[in-house]
């Protein structure tokens, strides 16, 4: 693993080479590709990972409030760099991917409390901290259902839901756009590699563009306290924005479809995707920098979402198996009361 200044340890995740760039001295930077194999090696010599199913159709990426026929398309880039941009045009609501005969959604009770309190009282090795929103209703009345540690995990990179935000909402107001020239490539490119390929490089890039101190000063208008610099929030603080980007109360109907477009079949599917029943949508963002791991996501069927995070923080990369197991148990015992 190479060796990372306090800063960079605060910082990153994962980061891939999808771009082929080289890192720039004094930004972001995450583990290395060889530090992801080995814990990929590991987690699959423990048997616990499978592969990740097929998620849903175009149609299953615009939630229910909204109203876009079609997601904004992203800036182009260079062909070798850039993916196909499936479900790029929803069609329908998450309404006709429901089942007809799916049972009545459950609600957060006290039989779903004590399960997710037995699961972290069996896994007392670890720091686990879990929030949980019902963003089926107005997110601003939202009750925040919080267990485990409350307090700052360091985000990893489940931060940069917050960053791509931020930026899109610059866009917005006309004080940015996609097409921007940042780094060797658009920001639009930047903003999908930094979403679905998890790419360090591109959070970096983007957070520059939208300023350190401006993005304080936007993740306070959410309610959220947040340092670039040090890349803390708590689980309930980061179930706060994917409620709000999730609803659409932050973006527009299109930017808010095709960042949650991002959000889906991501280059690192093995924690809540994972342990997902099928017919579930999962838009989500991982985490995973040294005992940092961590998911952020909502779960999506008919008219009812959730947004679950799990924060976990352990003694380091050895025991990202059985944290990983501990974030499906978590989220089976979601999914099972709730959808």
């Given at each position: 693993?190479?060796?990372?200044?306090?800063?960079?340890?605060?910082?990153?995740?994962?980061?891939?080479?999808?771009?082929?760039?080289?890192?720039?001295p004094g930004?972001?930077?995450?583990?290395t590709?060889?530090?992801?194999a080995?814990?990929?090696?590991?987690?699959?010599?423990?048997?616990?990972?499978?592969s990740?199913?097929?998620?849903?159709?175009?149609?299953?990426?615009?939630?229910?409030?909204l109203?876009?026929?079609?997601?904004?398309?992203?800036?182009?880039?260079?062909?070798?760099?850039?993916?196909?941009?499936?479900s790029?045009?929803?069609?329908a609501s998450?309404?006709?991917a429901?089942?007809?005969?799916?049972?009545?959604?459950?609600?957060?009770?006290?039989?779903?409390?004590?399960?997710?309190?037995?699961?972290?009282?069996?896994?007392?090795?670890?720091?686990?901290?879990?929030?949980?929103?019902?963003?089926?209703?107005?997110?601003?009345?939202?009750?925040?259902?919080?267990?485990?540690?409350?307090?700052?995990?360091?985000?990893?990179?489940?931060?940069?839901?917050?960053?791509?935000a931020?930026y899109?909402?610059?866009?917005?107001?006309?004080?940015?756009?996609?097409?921007?020239?940042?780094?060797n490539?658009?920001a639009?490119?930047?903003?999908?590699?930094?979403?679905?390929?998890?790419?360090?490089?591109?959070?970096?890039?983007?957070m520059?563009?939208?300023?350190?101190?401006?993005?304080?000063?936007?993740?306070?208008?959410?309610?959220?306290?947040?340092?670039?610099?040090?890349?803390t929030?708590?689980?309930?603080?980061?179930?706060?924005?994917?409620?709000?980007?999730?609803?659409?109360?932050?973006?527009t109907?299109?930017?808010?479809?095709?960042?949650?477009?991002?959000?889906?079949?991501?280059?690192y599917?093995?924690?809540?995707?994972?342990?997902?029943?099928?017919?579930?949508?999962?838009?989500?963002?991982?985490?995973?920098?040294?005992?940092?791991?961590?998911?952020?996501?909502?779960?999506?069927?008919?008219?009812?979402?959730?947004a679950?995070?799990?924060y976990?923080?352990?003694?380091?990369?050895?025991?990202?198996?059985?944290?990983?197991?501990?974030?499906?148990?978590?989220?089976?015992a979601?999914?099972?009361?709730?959808?």
């Open positions: 693993m190479e060796q990372q200044t306090p800063r960079q340890r605060r910082l990153g995740s994962r980061r891939t080479a999808t771009t082929g760039r080289q890192p720039t930004r972001v930077r995450g583990m590709l060889a530090a992801g080995a814990v990929l090696a590991v987690v699959l010599a423990a048997g616990i990972y499978s990740a199913e097929a998620r849903s159709t175009a149609a299953n990426l615009q939630p229910a409030n109203t876009a026929p079609n997601l904004t398309t992203a800036s182009a880039a260079p062909s070798a760099a850039t993916t196909a941009e499936a790029a045009s929803p069609s998450l309404d006709a429901a089942p007809a005969s799916a049972p009545a959604p459950g609600t957060v009770d006290e039989a779903l409390d004590a399960r997710i309190k037995a699961i972290l009282d069996a896994n007392s090795q670890y720091q686990i901290g879990v929030a949980l929103v019902d963003v089926s209703r107005d997110p601003g009345a939202a009750d925040v259902h919080e267990y485990g540690v409350r307090e700052d995990f360091v985000a990893a990179s489940t931060a940069k839901v917050l960053a791509a931020a899109y909402h610059l866009v917005e107001t006309g004080a940015a756009s996609l097409d921007d020239p940042l780094g490539y658009t639009g490119f930047q903003l999908r590699e930094m979403i679905q390929q998890s790419d360090n490089d591109s959070w970096s890039l983007i520059d563009a939208v300023g350190h101190e401006q993005l304080t000063e936007y993740a306070a208008s959410l309610g959220v306290s947040y340092d670039p610099e040090i890349n929030l708590t689980p309930a603080e980061m179930a706060t924005i994917l409620a709000g980007v999730y609803s659409g109360t932050l973006l109907a299109g930017d808010t479809a095709q960042l949650l477009s991002y959000m889906q079949d991501t280059n599917e093995t924690l809540i995707p994972a342990a997902v029943p099928e017919g579930i949508t999962v838009f989500h963002k991982y985490g995973l920098l040294d005992d940092e791991l961590h998911d952020a996501a909502v779960l999506a069927q008919g008219n009812t979402a959730y679950l995070v799990i976990t923080k352990g003694q380091d990369l050895s025991d990202v198996p059985e944290r990983t197991e501990v974030i499906h148990q978590l989220t089976q979601v999914a099972g009361a709730l959808f």
